[in-house]
């Protein structure tokens, strides 16, 4: 359960007063949260958290139970008009018993997943106005910490053998909580978390990746002040954080060479080939995930097998906990009204102007030098492909030239075979008897033959030899008849029809289609190309594509076709394009989705900036004055 505000839109006025210094008292109150390892405590602090972050006249906590909530306490001039109180939980949106006219917010405190408490805050709409945009975010975030502080202190509890090493956690997870909170900046919020695991957790390789517009990047690595996107290592590593992400739940991988459960037998399957050049025995991957959803993944690689224990492993959770609430923290804070914007812009300002003239200089040669950068180097621009699917590159039926039963099949879905191979066999004892008979019969009129020329008849001898001659005629023709009742393979390729086995005993007229062979060395690919983005494709261009079965591996064709008609793809138009992919390993198969990238013309980075805004801008300037 999220935030709302049952009433209407926000009003700007409370914007600012709210969200100006309320972000850094998030920080504060979020490390004052983790600092707990009592559930209940956490629960009580978070309500008296709400006061200092938004301005509301009462703030109440509610513990659901069934289809109701019970409110458990209350702070605000009202508190007596909720507290013990219990209601529907759909009706905590709206105002209970004396609370008259209000603005109502509320959030869900769900630990580990499952809702636990309500946090829910109240003013007079007459008074004070709406709850703002800003104020909700707040008051969701706040909800967010502490729920990862309840599942803290739950696994602190679970975890400790002894109030000692209770309290040395404990301590350990404060320490780290201080050290994430001590910054709003997301790229330093990343490095700080990353490096701090190394007192909870002994690894070789530790590295965090956040997703951004559905793409799990690499943000931060252990030791390391920053991060090559174009770092091999670093981009399977990046997969293989993805595919663990995915699972929802944590993931350990205790030994690469022994995998214990179908998760991992399945993550070794795909990246085994990948965790042995790194030299990878065993790994542990904490998805970063709060109510609205996974933001990121914790990971942690290390050459020996099982390189955590459980102590361990849990302290690794209560810092995924921590790194998420920060990361939400870190993002929030950048959705500050734009005066703190430029307030910052000003203090830049003024730090500029304080440096000594050479700097300066130095500082303005960097920055036209990456202008310059930006609008003169050109590489080339990518355009998705949409719904890309593989298809053979050229089809041949295997088709009778006489009607017939089928009584053998020599050939298996799946199975390669080469240009003139026995693919079936037809029933022809009726043909091969009739051949044999024109065999006796041929030979019985040159016997015949003979005979009138002993006798000197030379009118029945030429009606003999006539007769032969017709008979062998009839016998080549059944002769060929018995070789065509051999289906044979028109073409090369591998059999695409499905349990060809299955039709001894059909009855096939001339003509029908027995068995559909299909090129597979190359394969056909079928992609659509947004409207926007046709003309910017040319037959010629690479394509580049991976599949969901070898996500580590990157394959290249070319663009054949672009097909003049296009299909509906919502809103926008959707070109189908045609490309050629080479498949000399086999590893490509009919009917496989792909994930496609065409590399068109070179542009620089300011026009991949500029280029959707700038074609809006002349649309609409032409509609308006057209």
């Known amino acids: 359960m999220g935030a709302a505000d049952t009433t209407a839109a926000a009003t700007p006025a409370l914007g600012v007063s709210v969200v100006a210094s309320p972000i850094d008292s998030l920080q504060t109150l979020t490390l004052d949260l983790f600092a707990s390892d009592d559930p209940g405590e956490v629960a009580g602090k978070a309500l008296v958290a709400v006061t200092r972050l938004i301005a509301a006249e009462t703030v109440s906590l509610w513990i659901p139970d069934g289809d109701e909530c019970e409110c458990r306490g209350a702070i605000g001039e009202q508190r007596e008009t909720v507290s013990g109180k219990r209601v529907a939980a759909s009706a905590l949106g709206q105002p209970i018993d004396d609370e008259g006219e209000s603005a109502i917010a509320f959030a869900g405190i769900a630990p580990n997943g499952h809702l636990s408490a309500i946090l829910r ?131 350990y991988l205790s030994d690469r060479d022994d995998p214990a459960s179908d998760a991992e037998r399945t993550f070794v399957q795909i990246f085994g080939e990948d965790l042995e050049r790194d030299g990878v025995s065993s790994g542990l991957y904490l998805p970063l995930r709060d109510e609205e959803g996974i933001v990121g993944i914790l990971l942690f690689e290390a050459t020996r097998v099982e390189f955590v224990g459980s102590r361990e492993r849990d302290l690794a959770e209560i810092l995924a906990n921590q790194a998420t609430v920060a990361v939400r923290n870190a993002r929030l804070y950048h959705q500050v009204p734009l005066v703190e914007t430029i307030g910052a812009l000003n203090a830049r300002k003024d730090a500029f102007l304080a440096l000594p003239r050479r700097r300066r200089i130095v500082y303005l040669s960097v920055i036209a030098a990456v202008i310059a950068a930006s609008t003169l180097i050109r590489w080339p621009l990518r355009v998705v492909g949409a719904n890309p699917v593989f298809r053979p590159l050229s089809r041949a039926a295997v088709r009778p ?28 004892e009726e043909l091969r008897a009739r051949r044999d008979a024109a065999t006796s019969e041929a030979a019985a009129a040159e016997r015949s033959a003979a005979l009138a020329a002993s006798r000197g008849d030379a009118a029945d001898e030429r009606l003999q030899r006539l007769r032969a001659d017709v008979l062998r005629r009839e016998y080549n023709l059944l002769d060929e008849q018995l070789r065509s009742m051999t289906l044979r393979a028109p073409a090369s390729g591998v059999v695409l029809t499905s349990r060809p086995e299955e039709r001894i005993g059909a009855r096939l007229d001339a003509g029908d289609s027995l068995v559909i062979l299909g090129r597979t060395d190359s394969l056909e690919l079928e992609f659509g190309v947004m409207e926007r983005d046709v003309t910017r494709i040319r037959a010629g261009d690479e394509v580049r594509l991976r599949i969901t079965a070898l996500p580590q591996r990157t394959f290249s064709g070319r663009v054949r076709m672009i097909e003049e008609l296009s299909s509906d793809g919502g809103s926008e138009r959707v070109f189908p394009v045609l490309a050629v992919v080479a498949n000399d390993e086999g590893l490509l198969r009919p009917g496989m989705a792909a994930y496609a990238r065409v590399l068109t013309e070179p542009a620089s980075a300011v026009w991949r900036i500029a280029r959707d805004p700038l074609r809006s801008l002349r649309l609409l300037w032409w509609r308006i004055w057209s």
């Open 121 to 251: 805050a109240t003013r007079p709409i007459d008074r004070d106005g709406r709850f703002t945009d800003a104020e909700l975010d707040l008051l969701r975030s706040l909800a967010d910490a502490a729920a990862a502080a309840i599942a803290n202190a739950a696994r602190l509890e679970s975890t400790a053998q002894s109030s000692a090493q209770k309290t040395e956690d404990l301590a350990l997870v404060t320490a780290m909580s201080r050290e994430i909170t001590s910054t709003l900046d997301l790229d330093r919020v990343l490095r700080t978390v990353v490096n701090l695991a190394g007192r909870a957790v002994k690894f070789d390789r530790g590295a965090v990746a956040l997703y951004e517009k559905g793409t799990c990047d690499i943000r931060a690595v252990a030791g390391v002040d920053g991060v090559d996107p174009k770092d091999s290592k670093l981009q399977d590593l990046a997969v293989r954080a993805a595919w663990a992400a995915g699972i929802g739940e944590s993931f």
């Open 401 to 428: 030239t006489l009607a017939g039963v089928v009584d053998r099949v020599f050939v298996r879905e799946g199975m390669a075979v080469e240009r003139g191979a026995p693919i079936a066999h037809l029933r022809d």
